[in-house]
């Protein structure tokens, strides 16, 4: 098992700044990849960026690219999400998630609340 924690959540003006983590704990030796997810009520959790975790090899949705970015810290197991220029739009909940051996988005954390005032 894996267990994620996300935090840097909360309330910014439109135009601001986040800086969302996401810590990593348990069985984390086959994780492939790990990415950002959000979700809006009545809408589809969408990725929002992704990075192989012993390359660092990143990928960002068209929504996203230039503003956001995703990083990881090896050694402390934790992934962030830099989040800049940001919109009322980005309003969701985000969630990190652990994509393992069997090639499929298998861990979740509990998510955190990102809300972009206009």
């Known amino acids: 098992q894996v267990q994620l924690v996300e935090s840097g959540g909360g309330l910014v003006q439109a135009g601001g700044s986040l800086k969302l983590s996401c810590a990593a704990t348990?069985?984390?030796?086959?994780?492939?990849?790990m990415g950002w997810f959000r979700q809006t009520p009545g809408k589809e959790r969408e990725l929002v960026a992704r990075?192989?975790?012993?390359?660092?090899?990143?990928t960002y949705s068209d929504v996203v690219k230039g503003r956001f970015t995703i990083s990881r810290d090896k050694a402390k197991n934790t992934l962030f999400l830099q989040m800049n220029s940001l919109k009322p739009e980005d309003t969701a909940e985000y969630y990190c998630?652990?994509?393992?051996?069997?090639?499929?988005?298998?861990?979740w954390g509990q998510g955190t609340q990102v809300t972009v005032s206009s």
């Open positions: 348990g069985r984390t030796w086959n994780r492939l990849e």
């Open positions: 998630s652990v994509k393992d051996n069997s090639n499929s988005w298998a861990y």
């Open positions: 990075i192989t975790w012993v390359s660092g090899f990143t």
